[in-house]
């Protein structure tokens, strides 16, 4: 049954009275988003692998979700709790999915899940779905002229991705195109959703896998930083980019969703080292021979032309390292926060500063 809406939710919401899913709605960037929803005026059903588990009790915390938002246990690798998940909604947001490279825990949850989600949501009516895929399905081919900027036309490379032991991109490529696929068949309208890399606070109790991108740079545990070059883009602006596909009538396709600038590791750790002196950041590139890989440019213009803005990446970074020290996830040693907070802001105003060696 659909959740009745909330006789608080003013009318001019877009939200009221419609009702969504988001699969793994305990993770990094689908609590950004159910936290969105909520703010849009959605009801949302959640799916978690476990509603009583305290990891996922910041969802019940957000603005609404008393009155909007219900958990659900669901698993990919169980399609008759997704169509249980799924009654009563208009739309899906599909976010769940393990990131790891280990191929037993990636491919069949990410292949099998997203056809199970994408079936059961045509079984069940539903129009409309966003998958949250990964820049990983677009960019890794070592055949692409890397001048180029990489658009939503670039897939990535299934035998390279094998041949690499990529398998995170290689399950998330084949869950994609199986998508679109099953999606085309079955009459649904599928968006994608194509995030780099993701950084900025965390709403969820535990750290996730691309936080530790820039937290293993802080604890000692790198202690260099390997020659690659990588985009980012804020976990705010990824929430925003699926509620605007979602909500655009005339949204179709791939959107890859990057602030627009890549970053060396060695400038990431730069950076890092600027804003936050006091960590053991490391210096040195572990490749020691080779010339600095240069990232791929990409284009995130498809956005762009649907009204969004993008947080500038030294931001995100500055904002990933406060959000581990205020949820006691990275100690805070001296100096203050005066002192870094200024240094901060001196910096904000001249990215440019930051980034020089
Ligand atoms: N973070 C990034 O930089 C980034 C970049 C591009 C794309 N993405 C994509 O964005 C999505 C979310 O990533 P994230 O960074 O937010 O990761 P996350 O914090 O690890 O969240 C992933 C969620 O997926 C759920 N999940 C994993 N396996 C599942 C299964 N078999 N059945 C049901 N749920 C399952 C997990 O639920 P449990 O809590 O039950 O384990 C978790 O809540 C993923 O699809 C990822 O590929 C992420």
């Given at each position: 049954m659909p959740i009745e809406a909330a006789d608080n939710v003013p009318a001019e919401l877009p939200g009221h009275g419609r009702t969504v899913c988001v699969t793994g709605?305990?993770?990094?960037?689908?609590?950004?988003l159910v936290k969105r929803l909520l703010q849009k005026g959605y009801n949302v059903r959640g799916t978690v692998r476990n509603p009583v588990d305290p990891k996922n009790d910041h969802l019940r915390a957000f603005d609404g979700a008393a009155?909007?938002?219900v958990l659900l246990r669901a698993d990919l690798m169980e399609p008759e709790t997704l169509v249980e998940a799924f009654t009563g909604c208009e739309g899906i947001f599909h976010a769940a999915s393990p990131v790891t490279d280990d191929p037993e825990k990636m491919i069949e949850p990410a292949i099998r899940g997203t056809k199970y989600v994408i079936t059961a949501a045509a079984d069940m009516g539903i129009k409309r779905v966003v998958f949250t895929s990964t820049i990983g399905t677009v960019y890794m081919n070592p055949n692409r002229d890397p001048s180029k900027p990489v658009d939503d036309t670039c897939w990535s490379d299934l035998e390279y991705c094998k041949k690499t032991a990529n398998w995170y991109c290689y399950a998330k490529t084949v869950a994609e195109q199986d998508a679109l696929e099953t999606a085309r068949q079955r009459g649904i309208e599928l968006i994608v959703v194509n995030p780099v890399l993701v950084l900025g606070p965390l709403l969820q109790p535990t750290v996730n896998a691309s936080t530790e991108h820039v937290m293993k740079y802080l604890t000692g545990s790198a202690k260099t930083y390997v020659n690659a070059a990588q985009a980012y883009?804020?976990?705010k602006d990824v929430a925003e980019a699926h509620v605007r596909v979602y909500e655009a009538p005339g949204a179709h396709g791939r959107y890859i969703c990057a602030e627009g600038t890549t970053l060396h590791r060695g400038e990431l750790c730069r950076v890092l080292g600027k804003l936050f002196p006091e960590y053991p950041v490391p210096t040195k590139c572990k490749d020691e021979v080779n010339p600095p890989v240069k990232g791929y440019k990409f284009t995130n213009q498809r956005l762009k032309d649907l009204g969004m803005e993008f947080v500038p990446v030294l931001q995100s970074i500055y904002e990933?390292?406060?959000s581990l020290q205020e949820k006691g996830m990275l100690p805070v040693l001296p100096p203050g926060d005066d002192v870094r907070d200024n240094l901060h802001e001196q910096?904000?105003?001249?990215?440019?500063?930051?980034?020089?060696?």
């Open positions: 709605a305990g993770g990094f960037i689908a609590s950004w009155d909007r938002l883009v804020h976990v990933t390292v406060k910096l904000m105003m001249k990215p440019a500063q930051l980034l020089r060696n």
